[in-house]
């Protein structure tokens, strides 16, 4: 039978059911009524094998209203029929409730649930939870059955993925990212110590520069000053070239990276 056709039959018979429940429903209202005398009975004259029955529509109308509603105690069971019969025969397995039933029995899978390791223990295994979950319990067998095999075929990975190795690996990503963290914050640490001592270390060299700077004035001014007394001081040579040699180095040391600390020239006495 075509798809078609059988849902031509399948409105037909709802059809049908809705018609019956309607006249069965009027058909009782209308003879109450009649009964406490709201309204008027059918009027009906009737002859049969020759025989006047004058007044005979009481009688037909009570036995419509009969009959009516017997067959609307037989809807709800026709109802159900039809709505059986059509689970039956429109039965299809949806992915989705495919999807469902596995995404259930492969997390009990990870679980350590399933301990049986033959094919055929472990599918009735996995099929018996399925049929026990209480988040399936309209799903039918067949969509179960497809989930179990699935399962069973992808145990592999559900042992390779279980909760606890998943568990166990984002506790060692998470202490290697927190072991990163710490490191991140030392290094930050550092540099904030290294600008520091790369402030303190060009303070010093000011102050290094400011006080060869201050000796070589007051070498000048010894040198002008004291022969006006009627002393003779002798230009000590060694420590210009002191002097020199100590910026030399420590021009040299910046340009190279080095540390920026060199030995301080000790001034020789005046003789």
Request: charged content about 25%; overall charge negative.
């Amino acid at each position: 039978m075509s798809t078609f056709l059988r849902d031509v039959i399948r409105i037909l018979h709802a059809t049908a059911l809705f018609v019956v429940a309607v006249f069965a429903f009027a058909a009782v209202i209308y003879t109450l009524l009649c009964v406490v005398g709201l309204t008027d009975w059918l009027q009906l004259d009737a002859t049969l094998g020759g025989v006047a029955y004058p007044n005979a529509g009481p009688w037909v109308q009570g036995a419509l209203t009969a009959m009516l509603g017997a067959m609307a105690f037989f809807l709800p069971t026709t109802a159900r029929m039809l709505a059986l019969e059509n689970s039956h025969r429109d039965f299809h397995i949806r992915m989705d409730d495919v999807a469902r039933a596995y995404h259930a029995v492969h997390a009990a899978d990870r679980a350590g649930v399933f301990t049986l390791s033959s094919e055929f223990d472990a599918v009735r295994d996995r099929l018996a939870y399925l049929r026990d979950h209480p988040d399936l319990p309209q799903l039918e067998g067949g969509v179960l059955e497809v989930a179990a095999q699935m399962s069973v075929q992808s145990r592999h990975l559900a042992e390779v993925y279980s909760v606890e190795r998943v568990a166990r690996a984002k506790t060692f990503l998470r202490q290697r990212q927190q072991a990163a963290e710490e490191q991140q914050e030392r290094i930050v640490e550092a540099l904030h110590i290294c600008e520091q001592i790369r402030a303190w270390s060009d303070q010093v060299e000011i102050e290094e520069a400011r006080v060869a700077s201050q000796l070589a004035y007051l070498d000048e001014r010894l040198q002008s000053t004291l022969p006006l007394l009627g002393y003779a001081l002798e230009h000590d040579e060694r420590l210009d070239a002191a002097v020199q040699g100590a910026e030399r180095a420590r021009q040299e040391q910046r340009r190279a990276g080095g540390t920026n600390i060199v030995p301080m020239p000790q001034k020789p006495a005046a003789e």
